[in-house]
């Protein structure tokens, strides 16, 4: 029996658990003031839904899904990410029909058959958000706003945004001309994939990572430099409203992202600090006709997503501390023998009614060791139970950050405990 976990996922537990936590109850903190609701949606999806949302000849369609059939010999496949399934919701339960802006936010599991490495996993985790019903520059700009503040608020200080525009379809057409005059005396240099790209979709040949295929496309015409006068317009607004809010950003003209579904502004947010990890963090764009191609209304949207995996493993790799998001003292009581056990039962009665995390030490053992193992399971505190505590109903508290003590009464002072905690915390 083969008992690791399959290529390109991982189980998710100890200290990855506290970054998780932080990542998404930062974000969730940020959704509420930005005004988002959340959305689940299903793991997996009917296979149109991502063939026809996120392109059929994009590198995620084309190599990366994970299709199967079930029993009732459906195409189903596990979502590669979370747009497309929430425009099906949105068209299928007539989210529109509500309000504008439709603001929505989701965390989940994603899953792309891609080459497994440091920061790139075949299951990954998304925090993703979704504006439908806006198509003014304004939720451009809130949406940048809500994403760097994410990262602003989980300490990290050089990520680098980045912008650009992939224009309407009407001038990417003009420009899609262009390229491909442009690039056509080198076709032979490229790989046979980015071949069928230049018959098929051209603008996907700028997701290849073939050297060639990077070198024919670094001097060719770049589709900022063509973008028609009202998208010139549009991104020139997101760029103004971002000077506004403070938010450094950069134009990169190579930039288009391996979705089709996206017009006008596109985005993503990478560290430069980490060569060895995959270095973007989230990204995304607008989106202005893809409800209306799945057959819903015309009703242009906004939207990225965060890798939550990734961005634990960048905060990690730059020291950078998750905070506990409250003071909350958790205590391993310590028995000195088993006869003691009774009285540490009403103890932590006690604690639990008062909402402090605790447990037992259900092994009589040298304390030493007890406090160890206390330290190596993240426990903020101590008390020994021995025949004093049991005579006295005095109990000592240790915090083991600092080795600092307190007393108290545990039949006289029953209801402040919590506060004799708080009051004691340096
Ligand atoms: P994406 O750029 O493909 O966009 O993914 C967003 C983020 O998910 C990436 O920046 C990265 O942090 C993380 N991610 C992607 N693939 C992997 C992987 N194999 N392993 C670990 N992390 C990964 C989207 O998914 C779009 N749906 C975003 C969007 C929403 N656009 C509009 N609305």
Redesign the pocket.
Known sequence: MVLNSPR?TSDILGVDIKYRDFIINSSRELFRLFNYSEIITPAFEHTEIFDRGIGENTD?VRKEMYTFTDKKGRSLTLR?????S?VRAIIEHKLYLEKFALKLFYIGN?F?Y?R?QK????E???I???AAGVSEPLIDAEVIWLLSSIFERLGFKNLKLLINSVGCLECRNEYIKVFKSNIKPRIESLCPDCRTRYEKNPLRIFDCKVQECMSVISGSPKIYNYICSACKEHILKVCSLLELLQINYVIKEELV???D??TRTIF??ISEELQSV?N????????DNLISQFGGPQIP???????????ALLMKQLNIRYAESEFSPSVLVILLSGQYQSFALKIMQLFREQNITCDISYEIKAIGSQIKAAEKNGYSHITVIGEDELETGLLTVKDLKNFAQFKFDWKNEKYKISDIFRSNNK
Request: hydrophobic letters at 35%.
């Open positions: 390109g995620i590669p990410e979370g747009t497309a929430v994603m792309r891609e497994p920061g790139r996993m075949r990954f985790w998304q993703g958000v979704e992202r391996g979705f579904y996206y993503e947010i995959q973007a963090l989230g990204g995304g764009g607008r989106y949207s906004i939207g990225f997503a965060i890798g939550i995996d990734r961005t």
